[in-house]
């Protein structure tokens, strides 16, 4: 696939992201178990994996939202955790899965948001914060909703508001978690379509917990597979979907074909395994 | 488009966004609410035992007064009860942005919250059981205070489960709130004899408050406004969850918990002076944020402005209920408690809101 990692200055690709021997756990369950994954920037990253297998976990863990109880993520090379929490937010932007706000907000108002981290306590905007605010609503073709209230506009527009708060963070890496979830297939190509654009014009490293794995294939270069806290395959998604694998981690049987169109692994589930 | 990320220097000028109807509304409605208060509070010097007519009320402020008494009646009682009507009305419509803010949940006040009410514990506690020498004065705000931060800690650890939640927290206020204010009762049946001045005080009145008065309740005002409209920035970020605020850079718990004691300190300012006025913390905060959304750089001064106005109406109105219809000589000599007042029109008119809104 087509973006490539930002070359260090020594010609290696650079690592935005690394956890290293992370394990999180709810109380008595350990969701998270010596997780090794290494971020390159510039990249398309999806996450998969069948429910309670720990994506969102994952997501949240390497965006600080969580800590982990033991091993480290490291933003740029430095620990997260010894990062002050605003200059994360200024390097590292996450949208959770389901966000809530006062439905009285209006999008521009959202959006706005978005500048926490880089403007002073009594946020006030300068110049280069209206610009970062509009050219979020921009990406996202939200411009002409920015003074329509949250809890007027469709599940699409909502999706496409956060996406917006997001990226008026104006931060090199992007964390999604299932951005694709209620909106119908046209919306939810053009979110995908919008991730494919912030990476190959404006070379984000975004990852993304996606549920699609077709999508998933067409749209991200490479595929983390999760099962159970623990990464059970990674690569290019050619490599990584496998009817072994798809029965093995969803427990369903898969033909797998090419997609005629852009030669990514497309998945056909006709049933579950054992139930044939 | 460029292919690197980073601020993009725009190649056309930034056209300012559309504007929300909110955001337009807004300064009309910050200069009109503004002009309400002061018209009510021309209104509330005017009324009383003797009435004085808007001309004579600035005469008398320039200290140009035809008739002495009126000057006296105006410096003495009339300006500084108004002061303190509208001041506190501020200090509790701002408290109650706050609160909705953090709870996220627009039910949320200085009374639901338990603040209020174990403010009043407090008092009560140390009226009732003090040496008679210490009882009143300055430390009644501080007793306030004590006992309002004690009650938010007491609702805040108890709400606690590996993390706070804006909804474990609003219930926890409430049944809080209602054990200090069954406690505050039991005091007051095993010490009858205070209970007609106390009571007042438990509804929140504003009748006989002087300069004594004043010099309590400013001091708080000064420190605990400025700090409760700077936290609007901090307000919208938490209110759209902890995950998205924390990922915008912010630290939810402790913002939480600063904001909480912001506003602790308005109610606790404003209850040692008026005692638990109800409702208008409710119901400022509440029409403010229909007529501006829910920005809080918007409807925290919006909020403070219309409790003031409403407070300051009750008072007005409870004053005039007062002069023509005597409920008894006890109401005839103290005057109608506004608190009473507030609580029996408020809360129908907030089931009112509530359904409307429902619909």
């Known amino acids: ?276 | 488009m460029r292919p690197c990320h980073g601020v993009v220097r725009a190649t056309t000028a930034v056209a300012p966004l559309p504007r929300s109807a909110g955001a337009r509304r807004f300064p009309i409605l910050l200069a009109s609410v503004g002009a309400l208060v002061v018209a009510l509070a021309a209104l509330h010097i005017g009324l009383g035992t003797v009435r004085i007519a808007p001309g004579e009320i600035a005469a008398a402020m320039l200290d140009r007064a035809a008739d002495p008494v009126h000057r006296q009646i105006v410096w003495e009682l009339r300006l500084p009860r108004m002061l303190i009507a509208l001041v506190a009305g501020v200090m509790l419509g701002l408290a109650g942005a706050l609160l909705q803010a953090i709870t996220r949940n627009p039910l949320a006040s200085p009374s639901l919250t338990g603040i209020s009410a174990g403010g009043v514990l407090a008092v009560v506690a140390w009226l009732s059981f003090a040496p008679a020498g210490l009882a009143g004065g300055g430390v009644l705000p501080l007793l306030a205070l004590a006992g309002g931060l004690a009650t938010i800690a007491l609702v805040y650890t108890l709400s606690w489960q590996g993390g706070s939640d804006p909804t474990r927290l609003a219930l926890c206020g409430i049944l809080v709130g209602a054990i200090c204010s069954a406690l505050t009762l039991l005091l007051l049946v095993l010490d009858a004899q205070r209970l007609g001045s106390v009571l007042r005080w438990i509804i929140g009145s504003i009748n006989g408050r002087v300069w004594v008065h004043w010099e309590i309740l400013w001091p708080w005002a000064l420190v605990a406004l400025p700090l409760g409209l700077l936290s609007a920035g901090a307000a919208n970020a938490l209110g759209l969850g902890d995950a998205t605020a924390a990922g915008l850079g912010q630290r939810p718990e402790r913002a939480r918990a600063a904001l909480l004691f912001v506003a602790a300190l308005l109610t606790a300012g404003a209850v040692a002076v008026v005692g638990a006025i109800g409702f208008i913390g409710l119901i400022g905060p509440h029409l403010a944020r229909r007529l501006v959304g829910d920005d809080a750089r918007r409807a925290f001064p919006l909020s403070a402005l219309v409790a003031a106005a409403i407070l300051l109406a009750a008072d007005v109105v409870a004053q005039a209920l007062t002069l023509d219809f005597p409920f008894g000589d006890a109401t005839r000599r103290a005057g109608l408690p506004v608190g009473a007042l507030t609580a029996l029109l408020g809360a129908p008119f907030f089931l009112y809101l509530m359904l409307r809104e429902e619909r």
């Open chain 1, 1 to 276: 696939m087509s973006a490539v990692g930002k070359k260090g200055r020594d010609g290696t690709t650079s690592s935005a992201l690394r956890a290293a021997g992370v394990r999180v756990s709810y109380g008595d369950r350990t969701v998270l178990d010596g997780l090794e994954l290494d971020i390159t920037s510039g990249t398309v990253t999806a996450v998969v994996g069948p429910n309670g297998s720990g994506k969102s976990t994952l997501l949240k863990t390497l965006a600080r939202l969580l800590r982990s109880a033991e091993g480290t993520v490291f933003l740029d090379g430095t620990a997260i955790t010894s990062l002050p929490t605003a200059a994360v937010a200024r390097r590292l932007a996450v949208l959770p899965q389901g966000p809530t706000a006062p439905g009285g907000l209006t999008v521009g108002e959202l959006v706005e948001q978005g500048r926490y981290p880089h403007t002073g306590p009594l946020r006030m905007l300068r110049m280069q914060d209206h610009e970062a605010i509009r050219t979020a609503l921009t990406l996202t073709d939200m411009t002409a909703y920015a003074a329509r209230p949250l809890d007027s506009l469709s599940g699409g527009e909502r999706q496409r508001a956060w996406i917006a708060l997001a990226l008026a963070q104006d931060t090199p890496t992007l964390l999604l978690d299932e951005p694709t979830t209620f909106l119908d297939i046209g919306h939810q190509l053009e979110v995908l379509e919008l991730i494919r654009r912030l990476n190959r014009e404006r070379g984000l490293t975004i990852v993304l917990v996606l549920h699609d794995l077709n999508q998933a294939a067409r749209y991200a270069e490479r595929l983390v597979v999760l099962d159970r806290g623990r990464i059970v395959a990674d690569g290019v998604p050619r490599d990584v979907l496998t009817t072994a694998l798809l029965a093995e981690v969803f427990g369903v049987r898969t033909h797998i074909l090419a997609d005629p169109e852009s030669g990514a692994p497309l998945c056909l589930p006709y049933g579950v395994v054992g139930h044939d």
